[in-house]
């Protein structure tokens, strides 16, 4: 799976838009990038994914540039429970001795104030 | 509701006292899947499924054991626990040909 690199931490404002990046300069073809999220303890949480094209579901948009090397993670009204560790995992789809097995990095903290 | 469930949520033990985490999921999905998490190291795989009587190492299998009987169930068995065992579990599934992975709640168990 192609690495990715994403910021520590990020803040955001109630009410407005959080921007998480993710770069992924190494990805092939043929994966896909996939945000997931962790609140405190809990179990990570799907949020959504994406080859090429935009995607948007009811909980956020996935922003994929153009030559796939990076990517954004939108959540259009922040609230205080979007606080989380937000991961973005690249991967294959199905598929390989390497399906099913997730990898998070580090991820990016974000903290939504009041 | 689909929903992974484990059981139990907490639980305290003693060195070398066997245990099992259950695991049930009820979204008929093929894939099962357990993982730690420990402070620094992320989510590491311990074992998976990919469907009923087939299961695989993931990348931190030593000291653990499971089974998968049923499609629903993925029971993860320590048989000998160990202080270095003390960790947050999660088990996941997901249905076949993608990586959407629906998690359970955790299992916080420590060995003493």
């Known amino acids: 799976d192609a690495k990715t690199t994403q910021p520590t931490s990020m803040d955001c404002a109630e009410g407005r838009a959080a921007n998480l990046p993710c770069n992924h300069s190494?990805?092939?073809?043929?994966?896909?990038v996939y945000w997931y999220r962790q609140i405190h303890s809990q179990g990570p949480q799907y949020i959504i994914h994406?080859?090429?094209n935009n995607e948007t579901n009811e909980m956020a948009s996935l922003i994929i540039t153009e030559d796939r090397k990076s990517s954004t993670l939108i959540l259009p009204h922040a609230t205080l429970r979007d606080t989380a560790v937000y991961y973005c995992?690249?991967?294959?789809?199905?598929?390989?001795?390497?399906?099913?097995?997730?990898?998070f990095g580090q991820g990016t903290i974000l903290t939504v104030h009041p | 509701e689909a929903q992974v469930t484990q059981n139990p949520r907490y639980l305290i033990t003693v060195t070398g006292k066997k245990l099992t985490v259950t695991c049930s999921q009820n979204?008929?999905?093929?894939?099962m899947s357990w993982y730690r998490q420990d402070p620094g190291l992320g989510l590491r795989q311990i074992y998976y499924?990919?469907?009923?009587?087939?299961?695989d190492k993931g990348d931190v299998p030593e000291g653990y054991k499971v089974s998968r009987k049923e499609k629903r169930n993925f029971p993860l068995i320590l048989e000998s626990p160990s202080p270095n065992q003390t960790s947050l579990y999660f088990c996941?599934?997901?249905?076949?040909?993608?990586?959407?992975?629906?998690f359970g709640p955790g299992t916080r168990l420590t060995v003493l």
């Open positions: 994406g080859l090429k």
């Open positions: 995992i690249v991967r294959l789809n199905a598929g390989g001795t390497s399906y099913g097995k997730l990898t």
């Open positions: 979204m008929n999905h093929e894939y």
């Open positions: 499924s990919m469907n009923v009587e087939v299961t």
């Open positions: 996941a599934s997901s249905p076949p040909f993608e990586d959407t992975q629906y």
């Open positions: 190494t990805i092939s073809g043929n994966e896909y």
